[in-house]
């Protein structure tokens, strides 16, 4: 049974706190994703990584850096946490496509609702 | 630039009719499409795709439908039943080995008793 995990379910820090969000997948995926999930805007791309040590910009970077340091960890941290960075937390993974015309789905963790005050 | 769009951020169905969920996608690269279905306190679970090459894809009580030419697809779920209420996402992909996603706003989706 394939399985995404996150370190918390539910995290709440404070103004300026620097923050860490583990995610650990157990499928030898080499990607990994990080999203975050508002009312009304869906799932926006943080970050992503296509392999260890690498990592590209999503949607929405700013704020946010990204650490892969073994194939099956992928932490996000919020360097200094705002009030505007509250909101759902989902890491996901996945193996790489065959081509065009074919997709190996995400499979996505529990997620972390990150509230900062 | 919002590539993929749910316009309806809700709906809400009877029990044992049927269920359309819409997408629109503006790039005409994205090559696959996916639904994904979340509860609330959950991450999202894959729940049905579609080739770009193909119309419809069919699995039990779900159906994807894909018009190439107006950039738009649905979900039909035949017959809604209450364990269906969930947030659903559209989801595209241009062909690569990053797996890289674009997803929709979500569509809520009740279905009443």
């Known amino acids: 049974d394939v399985k995404v995990t996150q370190s918390s379910r539910y995290l709440v820090k404070r103004t300026g706190e620097k923050v860490f969000l583990e995610c650990v997948q157990d499928?030898?995926?080499?990607?990994m994703f990080w999203y975050r999930q508002d009312p009304g805007l869906g799932l926006r791309l943080i970050y992503f990584?296509?392999?260890?040590?690498?990592?590209e910009k999503g949607d929405i970077p700013e704020g946010y850096s990204v650490s892969r340091e073994k194939k099956e960890r992928f932490s996000l941290i919020l360097e200094s946490a705002s009030t505007n960075q509250t909101s759902m937390y989902l890491c996901?993974?996945?193996?790489?496509?065959?081509?065009?015309?074919?997709?190996?789905?995400?499979?996505f963790g529990p997620g972390t609702r990150l509230t900062v005050l | 630039d919002q590539q993929v769009k749910q316009n309806s951020p809700s709906l809400s169905v009877q029990e044992g009719r049927i269920s359309i969920l819409n997408c629109d996608y503006t790039?005409?690269?994205?090559?696959?499409f996916l639904w994904y279905k979340k509860y609330p306190a959950e991450g999202p679970t894959f729940l049905i795709s579609?080739?770009?090459?193909?119309d419809k894809n069919e699995d039990g009580r779900f159906t994807v439908f894909l018009n190439k030419s107006a950039k738009h697809l649905s979900l039909h779920i035949v017959p809604s039943q209450p364990g269906d209420s969930a947030v659903y996402f559209c989801?595209?992909?241009?062909?690569?080995?990053?797996?890289?996603?674009?997803f929709g706003q979500g569509t809520t989706l009740q279905v009443k008793p």
């Open positions: 996901a993974s996945s193996s790489p496509g065959q081509g065009t015309f074919s997709y190996n789905e995400q499979f």
């Open positions: 499928m030898d995926h080499e990607n």
């Open positions: 990584s296509y392999d260890v040590k690498m990592k």
């Open positions: 790039n005409s690269m994205f090559d696959y």
């Open positions: 579609i080739s770009s090459i193909k």
């Open positions: 989801a595209a992909s241009v062909a690569s080995n990053t797996g890289k996603l674009i």
